[in-house]
């Protein structure tokens, strides 16, 4: 380990969903590690799109690729790229009327049908428990509310500034694999949950099948990865610099201060 971070509790400039993971707090890992001139830059399980808002603030929406799997997540980009004053207005009606009796009535309706589906998404995301995004086997969103809390309030200027930063964003909703072809382009990789004990989340990513990907991709490409698991365990080779991160907040599926992770990189890190 040649450097070392820390990452602690923060309110972040460009987020949208508490989600737990979320890589909003990175940005001075990100400032310290990717280089000015990277190509084009993939997000390949983006999640609730915190590494791509910091990629499209840094280095221009139209040069940035937003991917999921889950077409929840996918439509409430799309809509928040689309249309953040409608966003903001279903918003606005279930913080109206938000309480635990509503909020497991919204989990049974559908998340990812427009405009509508990502407001309803977007409200249990704000409201789940200790900001765990987990969908179950059908896809269903199935967090617990988080206890005695209001539902959080959502200014109109957050998602318009939040829309503005990705206009020009690609946004598809492909399985990672689907990228084995990429070249010359800056690849990262944040997968949700994986080599989770816990078996709660339906996207969850197998080890090996994640490690091939990467040996398929990293001759052509600059990569990143961000993962809680070792450097040995994602069979990462000799090529990659890994530092170590440790952060003050909830990780994946368990809650613990000072928990860790990593970030690996297959190139030089500018200034090293």
Request: with cysteine; glycine share 10%.
């Amino acid at each position: 380990m040649v450097m070392q971070f820390s990452v602690h509790n923060h309110r972040a400039r460009l987020k949208l969903i508490p989600y737990v993971g979320c890589k909003s707090g990175f940005s001075h890992i990100f400032d310290a590690l990717i280089p000015d001139d990277p190509g084009r830059v993939y997000d390949l399980f983006g999640g609730g799109g915190g590494f791509t808002f910091y990629a499209c603030n840094r280095f221009g929406s139209e040069n940035v690729t937003y991917n999921d799997h889950n077409p929840v997540l996918v439509n409430l980009i799309e809509s928040l790229k689309r249309d953040p004053e409608g966003l903001h207005s279903e918003y606005q009606v279930h913080y109206a009327e938000s309480s635990p009796e509503y909020y497991l009535g919204m989990r049974k309706m559908d998340l990812g049908g427009g405009i509508a589906g990502a407001g309803r998404f977007l409200y249990l995301a704000k409201n789940a428990f200790s900001g765990k995004i987990r969908f179950n086997s059908k896809n269903e969103f199935n967090c617990p509310m988080r206890k005695n809390a209001k539902c959080p309030r959502l200014g109109i200027e957050t998602l318009r500034l939040l829309s503005d930063t990705i206009q020009d964003l690609e946004i598809t909703g492909r399985s990672y694999s689907e990228y084995a072809k990429v070249g010359g382009s800056f690849v990262y990789l944040d997968p949700p949950y994986m080599n989770n004990p816990n078996s709660h989340y339906n996207a969850t990513v197998p080890l090996e099948d994640f490690a091939g990907f990467v040996r398929g991709i990293q001759g052509a490409n600059k990569v990143m990865i961000s993962e809680q698991n070792s450097p040995e365990s994602l069979m990462l080779s000799g090529d990659y610099a890994v530092f170590a991160v440790t952060l003050n907040r909830s990780l994946q599926y368990y809650t613990q201060e000072n928990s860790k992770e990593i970030v690996a990189i297959n190139y030089e890190a500018p200034g090293a």
